[in-house]
């Protein structure tokens, strides 16, 4: 059974870089065709595909956040790591890691493996 779990801070001052990862157990992040996602859930809205890091070590990002967003991976670890810069009170949100078969799919329904979500806040 394939296990993930997030960590990081739960609370970021506005203009700094927000970083947190997924540590994965039960699964190896190179198993082929594997995904492996960062999604948030902002207070009252949607979720919102963030980016990914594919099995081979090739990233993906949502256009919107593109500009601001870094995924890293330690194979040694069997851990990814979301890097968000620049963030401002509108980046509080649920972030979770997931595993699925493709990337950028805003439905739960096509990720395999989730993260219990933590809660960030952007706060000074």
């Known amino acids: 059974q394939v296990q993930l779990q997030e960590s990081g801070p739960g609370l970021v001052k506005p203009s700094q870089t927000l970083s947190l990862t997924c540590t994965v157990s039960?699964?190896?992040?190179?198993?082929?065709?594997?995904?492996w996602s960062w999604l948030r859930q902002p207070p009252g809205k949607g979720l919102e595909w963030m980016g990914a890091?594919?099995?081979?070590?090739?990233?993906r990002y949502s256009p919107s956040l593109k500009s601001r967003t870094s995924i890293s991976r330690d194979t040694s670890k069997n851990q990814f790591t979301l890097h968000l810069s620049s963030v401002t009170p509108e980046d509080t949100a649920v972030y979770y890691c997931?595993?699925?078969?493709?990337?950028?799919?805003?439905?739960?329904?096509?990720?395999?493996?989730w993260g219990q979500g933590i809660q960030v806040t952007v706060s000074s």
């Open positions: 890091i594919t099995y081979g070590g090739t990233t």
């Open positions: 039960g699964g190896s992040i190179t198993t082929v065709y594997s995904y």
């Open positions: 997931a595993r699925g078969n493709s990337y950028g799919s805003l439905s739960r329904d096509d990720y395999n493996y």
